[in-house]
């Protein structure tokens, strides 16, 4: 069996920047806690757990003065950030520097009374933080057919989730440019998504199956998952104990990449299951796909 493992496998720079720090914090401190999961990845999540990371669902009425916070990569709600912030607390602040950015251009274009579109998963807690910067004018959608239904006004701004699909971004922006040709376009979208949404394709193309390797809770891997399987058939999984004997029955190519915050150590353990398990296996650098 060949394998094609991707180039862009492992934690992306934020994700890898959020452990750092986390660990660091945790090396230092006692009472750690995060708010939420600090990255989509339940494997990381626990290794940190082991380490004394605790996971808050919500924010307790009362603080120990020797409790220290780390706010989560996806970043929080302005109202949940300025409440952390009046609390007796130590503060660690984890956010992606690319949500940071995408926050910062919301809070102008709210303040310049801008109609803002959000390209994002409703439910999602970098879409949720975001909008919490926005004005009232702030719509999000998840489709060209959500935007039509929208009454562009004369003031109009476009920007993105960093993690979602830069092909419908694209799309979406041609389309508010032909109704709104001041519209202003950010993309926010980083660029380590936007690579392995490419790299996934190129993979796909060229595979029998395509393995995204990444936390079910994580919205980049499930965007890898719909981005490559329109281009050929794909499983998702944790991790290898997640691989099953049938789907690799007349597999001769076998695609592997994995979302932002999966560990490499996760993709390097599924390559040696897959050498231990299948004889002459042979791996395959992405590069000579052409």
Not at 78 to 95: E, F, M
């Amino acid at each position: 069996m060949k394998i094609i493992v991707a180039n862009n496998i492992g934690f992306c720079f934020g994700v890898s920047r959020a452990i750092k720090i986390a660990e660091s914090t945790l090396a230092s401190k006692n009472n750690v806690y995060s708010l939420g999961p600090i990255i989509h990845n339940p494997q990381a999540v626990d290794e940190l757990s082991r380490k004394g990371l605790k996971l808050l669902k919500q924010l307790p009425e009362k603080f120990d003065r020797n409790t220290t916070i780390i706010l989560r990569t996806h970043g929080l709600t302005a109202q949940l950030q300025q409440k952390l912030s009046r609390a007796p607390v130590n503060l660690v602040d984890t956010t992606c520097p690319f949500v940071c950015r995408a926050q910062e251009i919301v809070k102008k274009l709210s303040r310049e009374k801008y109609q803002i579109i959000l390209l994002g998963d409703k439910k999602h807690p970098e879409v949720e933080s975001l909008v919490s910067y926005g004005n009232r004018q702030t719509l999000v959608v998840n489709s060209l057919a959500e935007v039509k239904k929208i009454s562009p006004g004369k003031k109009l701004a476009f920007l993105s989730q960093t993690t979602q699909s830069r092909q419908l971004f694209e799309q979406i922006a041609r389309y508010l440019k032909k109704k709104n040709p001041g519209v202003k376009i950010f993309n926010t979208i980083c660029q380590s998504s936007a690579n392995r949404q490419e790299e996934a394709v190129k993979i796909a193309r060229n595979v029998d199956l395509l393995l995204v390797v990444g936390g079910k809770n994580s919205a980049n891997t499930r965007r890898l998952v719909r981005v490559a399987s329109r281009f050929g058939p794909v499983k998702q999984i944790e991790n290898y104990r997640e691989l099953k004997d049938k789907w690799l029955k007349n597999i001769q190519t076998l695609g592997i990449i994995s979302g932002a915050s999966t560990p490499k150590k996760i993709i390097h353990n599924l390559i040696q299951h897959l050498q231990n398990k299948i004889k002459n296996t042979k791996i395959i650098p992405v590069a000579k796909l052409g």
